[in-house]
């Protein structure tokens, strides 16, 4: 009922106080999966016929592995579940369970659109400037075309398009990260990968050669070193996550500890292991991950015996597969990223990319909803940065050159329209040094790669013009009085950006098939 309630404030305002209201739902502090989809509930109740909420993931829909479905809201004029043809896009938050503000971004989207469902004057934000300045002055030209797009108020927008956004695209990483283990997780900024136990479904290690495919059978008298956990909890420390490569003799009665003094994310690990001349190493991955304790290695005690290390719990099920990695273009691909060669198929990391392509419930309804909805865009929300990214993640050389996109150049389609994205993002200063500085690049921090993520699949895939927007810098959860004093300002300098984005593809040509 109070639900109810807050949104008859928000729909009473006039006209005049229309734009101020967005974002209220970030007001109300970080909540559950549960509750925010209580909440789109709400916003489809009282839209008039402009919203409904359904179940992602097809007729059934698809339930993850806590049970749990993946709500979405769809707006659009006379809006309907059935509609396969209208053109449309998606955005989709908290694909990482840990980037807390990005659902609250989701909702303030769909917040702005409702209450502007019916204006057909020119779009602004909530400090009363254009978002869309084609009355003022064209932005740029891309091979003859301007950028800049023809719409500019929601009214027709929503006549044109639907939209549909996925606050919650990870529910169970997302609410285990809101737990006391989850926030401790990863150096505490939280649990990032669902929530797949992956010791029920990798019944065997699997090892790799040095220039990352697999061995057909696990190869004999060699070591097998794995990614680890270090536990320095008895000293009083932490659990620190995937610090550590741990080798098991060939006879499987030690277990030590692989030069310690090197990062796992060192570009010479990978090597370390392989060119080892005193001994035959491989990296494995199994369902099962490894805890390294620090009490074992006091006195230079590196070397212990295996099967006291498993009885002391050395052995862990491991959980969770980073979603952003599990999806079908240039999944699992070694090459040009080879410090992430450890971390990406190792169970045990953040960043584990499956046990194969499309492996995951979440990956699966998101390929569903695509493949039933003629999709031009797509926006996946995240947090760590200041960008807007475009494809292709998974290279730093290589550009798109495709043609699709409505102008000659696919890359530089993409570059333009993700420049005017973060000079929206970047023109108020809400007094955060986390929301300033927004760029517009290919790669996260023009450096790291990652494959198999939601944006080069889309794109080389389907045809969409699908980008990543990572909403604010450095920091992924919030305490609660810190959350409702910065989340509602992540909103307010990111649904701008989100609007004229929807007015841009709203002009794109009919997607490929």
Not at 62 to 85: F, P, Q, R, Y
Not at 108 to 113: F, M, Q, T, V, W
Not at 385 to 408: F, H
Request: glycine share 6%; charged share 25%; hydrophobic share 35%.
């Amino acid at each position: 009922m109070k639900h109810i309630y807050i949104l008859l404030l928000i729909f009473s305002f006039t006209a005049s106080n229309v734009f101020a209201a967005y974002c209220v739902n970030a007001e109300r502090g970080a909540k559950s999966s549960t509750t925010i989809s209580s909440y789109l509930h709400d916003l489809a109740n009282m839209s008039s016929g402009f919203a409904i909420v359904a179940q992602i993931g097809g007729e059934d829909s698809v339930k993850t592995t806590d049970g749990n479905e993946i709500t979405a809201i769809l707006i659009s004029e006379d809006a309907s579940w059935k509609n396969a043809t209208k053109p449309t896009v998606i955005i989709t938050g908290a694909i990482h369970g840990n980037e807390w503000a990005t659902p609250e971004v989701c909702i303030g989207i769909a917040e702005y659109l409702l209450l502007n469902k019916d204006n057909g004057e020119p779009a602004v934000d909530d400090k009363g400037m254009l978002i869309n300045e084609k009355i003022l002055k064209s932005v740029g030209i891309v091979s003859g075309r301007l950028i800049t797009p023809q719409i500019t108020n929601i009214k027709k927008l929503l006549q044109t398009m639907q939209i549909i956004i996925v606050p919650v695209l990870n529910p169970d990483g997302y609410d285990y990260s809101r737990t006391a283990d989850g926030k401790k997780s990863y150096f505490g900024s939280g649990w990032r990968p669902n929530r797949n136990n992956l010791s029920t479904g990798i019944s065997e290690e699997v090892c790799y050669k040095q220039d990352g495919t697999p061995y057909k059978s696990t190869p004999v008298d060699t070591e097998h070193c794995f990614l680890a956990d270090y536990d320095d909890t008895a000293e009083g420390g932490d659990l620190e996550e995937e610090v550590a490569v741990i080798c098991e003799s060939a006879d499987s009665k030690t277990v030590s500890l692989f030069k310690p003094s090197l990062s796992v994310t060192s570009q010479e690990m990978v090597d370390a292991i392989y060119d080892e001349s005193a001994q035959k190493r491989v990296f494995c991955g199994s369902g099962q991950k490894r805890v390294w304790k620090e009490e074992w290695s006091k006195d230079d005690k590196n070397t212990i015996m295996l099967s006291d290390a498993k009885a002391e719990g050395y052995l862990q099920d491991a959980f969770g597969t980073d979603l952003n990695r599990n999806f079908q273009y240039k999944w699992d691909v070694a090459r040009e990223q080879k410090h992430l060669f450890i971390r990406s198929r190792s169970p045990s990391s953040r960043i584990y990319r499956g046990s194969s392509l499309l492996s995951e419930r979440e990956t699966e309804a998101m390929e569903r909803l695509v493949a039933g909805k003629n999709v031009v865009a797509l926006i996946d929300y995240h947090a760590g940065s200041t960008q807007v990214l475009y494809p292709y993640a998974y290279s730093t050389r290589i550009r798109v050159d495709e043609n699709i996109l409505g102008g000659r150049s696919d890359y530089e389609v993409f570059r333009k329209v993700s420049e005017k994205i973060a000079s929206l993002l970047n023109r108020h200063d809400r007094d955060d040094e986390t929301i300033v500085n927004f760029t517009a690049a290919q790669n996260y921090n023009d450096v790291s790669v990652g494959s198999g993520v939601a944006r080069d699949c889309y794109y080389q895939t389907e045809g969409i013009a699908a980008i990543n927007i990572e909403v604010h810098d450095k920091q992924f959860t919030y305490g609660d009085a810190e959350f409702v004093k910065v989340v509602p300002k992540i909103c307010k300098t990111n649904v701008p950006g989100a609007i004229w984005f929807m007015f841009w593809a709203a002009e794109l040509p009919p997607r490929k098939k």
